[in-house]
T-cell receptor
């Protein structure tokens, strides 16, 4: 079956620090990969996505590259802000197997201090 | 973009009562919708897959008689928590996948509602 393993948190950084949150996956088909962000008390927001190998998803300064050879989709940001404090979920969805069903990592809580 | 609306966003109910949560795809048709549950500080766990016009498929360990799912149209799925108890208090989120064949973003991605926070007192 599909699974997502995400870097354990919590992660605490100072403003303007570099962020990496690791994510690796296992999948039986051809997954699309996603990063979602959840702010306190709110639902999920799609942060970025990549649908095939070597694709790079990017949004709001965040980036992640779909690496099929290492089955990874690590999230990076060069300079974090206090407003980036949230929980980040790595997820996959497989078009050919249970298309649309999402498998999530455990989430990583990021706290950015001024 | 594709929008999924979930209602209500928050609900408090008394133990023993039933609560209905609606999930609507506003600008696309969704043959399949998914219901997830999120306990505090935990990840999202799939509860069931809802298919329009047929019975929902429940994940192992999810009580189908307690969590009733109805997907009567291509734009609406409902989750009813029957005889709710405090342990059912949780964050429930739905997602919807667009109808259609072939590749493309609309068919690989499921779009999420904003979630419903249920508190049973």
């Amino acid at each position: 079956g599909n699974s997502v393993t995400q870097m354990e948190g919590p992660v605490t950084l100072s403003e303007e620090a570099f962020l990496t949150i690791n994510c690796t996956y296992t999948a039986t088909g051809y997954p699309s990969l996603f990063w979602y962000v959840q702010y306190p008390g709110e639902g999920l927001q799609l942060l970025l996505k990549a649908t095939k190998a070597d694709d790079k998803g990017s949004n709001k300064g965040f980036e992640a590259t779909y690496r099929k050879e290492t089955t990874s989709f690590h999230l990076e940001k060069g300079s974090v802000q206090v407003s980036d404090s949230a929980v980040y979920f790595c997820a996959l969805s497989d078009l050919y197997f249970n298309a649309g069903k999402s498998t999530f990592g455990d989430g990583t809580t990021l706290t950015v201090k001024p | 973009g594709a929008v999924v609306s979930q209602h209500p966003s928050r609900v408090i109910c008394k133990s023993g009562t039933s609560v209905k949560i609606e999930c609507r795809s506003l600008d696309f048709q969704a043959t399949t919708m998914f219901w997830y549950r999120q306990f505090p500080k935990q990840s999202l766990m799939l509860m069931a897959t809802s298919n329009e016009g047929s019975k929902a498929t429940y994940e192992q360990g999810v009580e189908k008689d307690k969590f009733l799912i109805n997907h009567a149209s291509l734009t609406l799925s409902t989750l009813t928590v029957t005889s709710a108890h405090p342990e059912d208090s949780s964050f429930y989120i739905c997602s919807a996948r667009a109808t259609g064949t072939g590749t493309g973003d609309m068919n690989t991605e499921a779009f999420f509602g904003q979630g419903t926070r249920l508190t049973v007192v």
